[in-house]
Structures are given as C-alpha cells and as structure tokens.
C-alpha cells in the first residue's frame, strides 16, 4: 500500500450472504492494509479464507467498541491502516462502528468508505412498487408499548417506511402495523442472497394470513408503502354508519369491527377504533 494510503481507517461493505458479492476494490483492501477489525472475527475468517486474504483480524463490537476503538485509533495514529467490516453489509447502517469513526475523524484520521453490499438497497431493487422517498427505521423497538409509540408517530408519513426485523418479532411488529398504520402494501424480504432467499408481498393482512409459523429463520427487510397522499377521511357519522353495518352483518365484537371498517376503508385502525370509542361515549 502506498505511503499516502497509511493512517487510513477503512469503512468496507462485505457480502449480506453470499460471498461473491464483494467489490474488487474491498479485496484489495482487505489485503493491503495492516489490521481488519471485525464484528464477529469467526464470521469475517470465512469470507477472507474464501479469498486467499491473511490480515490479521481484531474485534470491535457494540459490547467492547469504545475500549477497542482507543487501541485501533492508537494503531491509526502511528501509521497503521485498518479496515472495519461489520458481520454482513455496509458498517454503520444498524450495526456497530460509529464511535469507531467519530474517534477517528475527531482525531484527524481520514475515513474512507468502501461501498457494497447492503440489505436495504438490495430491497428496494425488487420491492416493485413506488418506494421514493423512504423512510429508514433501522430496527424497531423489541418492546411492543414503543414500538407502537414509534409507529404512531410516524402514522402520517407519506413516504415508504423501511425498517429491518428479527425473525422472533416479525409477526407481532407486522401485527402491530396492520393495528396502527391500516393494511398497506408490504413487501418482507428474508434471508436476502442466501440459499433460502424469499420475498413475500401483498397487503400486511394477506402476509399475516399466509405466514408459515413459528422456526422461520434469518433476518428481515421490510418495506411499507407510506400513507396516501388523500387518504380516505370519514366524519365520525360515517364510521359509525360502518361499524354499525359490519356488527348487523357479521355478529362480531366492536375490535372485529373496528378491524374490517379499518380493512374496508383504508383508514388506521386506531382512528377508527378512537372514533367508535367516542361515539360509544356520546350515545351509550
């Protein structure tokens, strides 16, 4: 490497599944410089084993970052060149490496990134429908009262809402968005350039039907269509009008109701459902 290349910190995008989907240049990278820092160093062997690589790798995770980040900023000062690759994809994008780099650009050091692979763009390219402008949520509250906070404040917007998910949590985050934002067009894409890659789409209700169960693996990028830009607006007489209808037609409790004029009129089920209590509160 270069003498001008030297006290370089490397922000370098690897592969989100498949090994292949790395840039000629991260390679060269990953070879010429002096020490990788990885999140997970097991993980990060397999990719430079399958490519002949043989730098010495370092951990740097969310759990020891700012400890670790002191040594490799030590290392950058005295002229080292080190590249940091999260687990799969871009570092920095909902995953560790920011103190990594606000230490070192408080410190002088230039910050190169190496772009690749990331799962949210790779998303887009197959969502299929209008997803610009998007919003990205990153990963979602674990608990359910803050995600539904969370998805209660942003209700309104009318751009795309991306976010990733656990497999343990997709149902009920998919469950609490159906609840709070209506039943949208959604596009879930699991396990994104892996042998088991799928892709499901359709409104959220349809994807919530359709789900296989309990044991799916591998984590999700999921894309919502934001709110319509005139988007269905009844006074609380027609809300009424409706959740009386659906009670005559189908003997269903108020929360059934709420949930299929939520489905028939595109409207969030909360407004709804705030509506009825209202109008239950005026003429009981």
């Known amino acids: 490497m270069d003498r001008e290349a030297r006290g370089v910190l490397y922000m370098v995008a690897t592969p989100i599944g498949n090994l292949e989907d790395i840039t000629l240049r991260a390679l060269r990278v990953l070879k010429e410089v002096d020490l990788v820092a990885a999140e997970d160093t097991r993980r990060s062997k397999i990719l430079l084993s399958a490519h002949g690589i ?3 790798l370092r951990s740097l995770h969310e759990h020891n970052e700012k400890e670790r980040s002191a040594e490799i ?5 005295n002229g080292k060149s080190v590249a940091y690759v999260s687990d799969a994809g871009t570092p920095c994008v909902s995953d560790p490496g920011r103190h990594l780099v606000r230490a070192a650009r408080d410190n002088g ?4 990134p190496v772009p690749g692979a ?3 763009p790779a998303a887009l390219s197959v969502c299929g429908f209008q997803a610009e402008p998007f919003l990205f949520c990153g990963f979602l509250p674990p608990r359910s009262n803050r995600r539904r906070r969370f998805l209660e404040s942003i209700m309104e917007e009318e751009c795309s809402i991306i976010f990733y998910e656990s497999p343990a949590r997709i149902r009920e985050t ?3 968005a159906l609840d709070i934002l209506g039943d949208r067009q959604v596009m879930a894409a699991r396990e994104l350039t892996k042998v088991f890659e799928e892709i499901r789409e ?3 209700s349809e994807l919530l039907a359709a789900w296989p169960g309990a044991g799916v693996k591998g984590e999700f990028t999921v894309m919502l269509q934001g709110a319509a830009r005139e988007p269905a607006v009844l006074s609380e007489r027609e809300i009424g009008e409706q959740l009386l209808k659906i009670l005559s037609e189908k003997g269903v409790s108020l929360r059934d109701a709420v949930a299929e004029a939520a489905r028939r009129t595109q409207m969030p089920r909360k407004k709804i459902y705030d509506a009825a209590l209202r109008i239950r509160r005026e003429f009981p």
């Open 54 to 56: 043989k730098t010495p």
């Open 73 to 77: 900023l030590s290392r950058l000062q």
């Open 109 to 112: 050091i230039r910050v190169v």
């Open 118 to 120: 990331c799962a949210l």
């Open 174 to 176: 998919l469950e609490d």
């Open 202 to 204: 359709g409104k959220i």
